[in-house]
């Protein structure tokens, strides 16, 4: 019922920043909490971010801690992924997600998936 629209991927230096846009479309996506997942060329899409419906709660994973900010904006139906100090091994295709599990770690709990933006980190 939600559908969902990554933007802002692309190439960039190691330890340079880039932001990432979700764009929901419909009205279901309030009651949803939001997440970002990636995944690395031959693994597994890991969880990278999630932060609850109302912006009062966030986790995020060891290796994006510090570096990483996940944010939402529920009056446009936007949610965002603020990458900074990026390293090589963040290169990944990114997916944005919403579900009805606050924080959920597990990709098989969230519901509604974008369809990926790269984001390419250089040497």
């Known amino acids: 019922q939600v559908q969902l629209v990554e933007s802002g991927g692309g190439l960039v230096q190691a330890g340079g920043s880039l932001k990432l846009s979700c764009a929901a479309s419909?009205?279901?996506?309030?009651?949803?909490?939001s997440g970002w997942f990636r995944q690395a060329p031959g693994k597994e899409r890991e969880f990278v971010a999630a932060i609850n419906r109302m912006s009062t709660d966030s986790g995020y994973a060891d290796a994006v801690k510090g570096r990483f900010t996940i944010s939402r904006e529920n009056a446009k139906n936007m949610m965002y992924l603020e990458m900074n100090n990026l390293k090589p091994e963040d290169t990944a295709v990114y997916y944005c997600?919403?579900?009805?599990?606050?924080?959920?770690?597990?990709?098989?709990?969230?519901?509604?998936w974008g369809q990926g933006a790269l984001v390419t980190v250089s040497s």
């Open positions: 997600a919403t579900g009805a599990a606050a924080l959920c770690r597990s990709r098989v709990l969230w519901d509604y």
């Open positions: 419909g009205s279901t996506f309030s009651p949803y909490h």
